[in-house]
């Protein structure tokens, strides 16, 4: 395992796990989907590294797991549920908006961190 991938990983995981558990409200399956997640960049390491930013292509990884996870436990009926029946983390707003919303607001994560640890170098103009 080359260091820098060590070193994403260590620096990294803890918060992944924060975010996934905040989406799946499943330590077990959390852990799943970050797991999996890093295998996934393991083999792909190399590739990550030439794309135009390592921390987004790991969180889209991050996200595809976390996705296929969700809708596993949908289709079993299971899953924490939100107000109206809704699934727990489940929203109207785009993509980014929304993981920056659990990040900064739910888990407390400072908002450059937040930015940063999805792949965005500075805040998205609006």
């Not at 260091?3 to 799943?32: G, M, N, P």
């Not at 969700?70 to 107000?83: I, K, R, S």
């Not at 659990?102 to 103009?125: C, K, Q, V, Y």
Request: hydrophobic letters at 40%; glycine letters at 8%; aromatic letters at 8%.
């Amino acid at each position: 395992m080359p260091v820098e991938f060590a070193a994403f990983c260590a620096l990294y995981r803890s918060r992944y796990l924060q975010y996934a558990l905040s989406r799946l409200a499943d330590q077990r399956t959390a852990d799943i989907a970050v797991r999996t997640a890093f295998a996934q960049l393991a083999e792909q390491w190399d590739q990550a590294l030439r794309s135009p930013h390592t921390n987004a292509y790991a969180w889209r990884l991050l996200n595809g797991h976390i996705s296929a996870l969700e809708e596993t436990a949908d289709e079993a009926g299971g899953g924490a549920t939100g107000p109206k029946g809704q699934r727990a983390g489940r929203s109207l707003l785009p993509d980014h908006t929304n993981e920056t919303r659990i990040l900064h607001h739910d888990l407390g994560i400072p908002f450059m961190e937040a930015t940063e640890m999805m792949g965005h170098a500075s805040p998205r103009p609006r």
